[in-house]
């Protein structure tokens, strides 16, 4: 059975109030004194005491600010220096790409040699290029160094 809920008094408001902030400020002690993980969990603590209910004090927010600005992705930081990242080029994986089009090939009813032959047809022009015979030898290279992964045939 749920008792039924009253409004608190104003004194109990006040009470409630002053208690919130003596935790916090025992929290904020604890905070700048600590170190390492106990300093998150201090963290954690004060953001769980204000909940919803309650703006976060100054120290809180930033120290939160600190703590996730150190904590950003690289090709994040431009969001506080004002820098664009330097993205590193990726070279695509040439046997992949190989034997995903032979394995497509397959799909389509090419076999055998057909499908290493359809699968070079596919990738002319980029840099996967190559003979039906280097579809074969990347297929297969690829289907080595991926073993103990489900592949298609």
Avoid at 7 to 30: F, G, H, K, P, W
Avoid at 41 to 65: D, H, Y
Avoid at 80 to 93: A, H, I, M, V
Avoid at 106 to 119: L, S, V
Wanted: proline residues 3%.
């Amino acid at each position: 059975m749920i008792k039924s809920a009253r409004n608190l008094t104003d004194d109990e408001v006040q009470a409630l109030r002053t208690e919130v902030d003596a935790r916090m400020a025992a929290i904020e002690l604890a905070y700048e004194t600590s170190t390492g993980i106990e300093r998150d969990r201090q963290l954690l603590s004060a953001l769980v005491l204000c909940g919803t209910k309650r703006t976060l004090p100054a120290w809180l927010f930033w120290a939160l600010l600190d703590q996730y600005k150190g904590r950003l992705l690289e090709h994040d930081k431009w969001l506080f220096s004002g820098e664009r990242p330097k993205l590193k080029q990726q070279k695509p994986d040439r046997e992949a790409l190989r034997w995903l089009m032979v394995i497509e090939a397959r799909r389509n009813g090419f076999k055998g040699g057909a499908a290493y032959d359809e699968a070079a047809k596919r990738v002319e022009g980029t840099l996967a290029e190559g003979t039906g015979r280097s579809m074969k030898s990347s297929y297969l290279n690829f289907r080595k160094k991926q073993k103990g992964q489900k592949l298609p045939p």
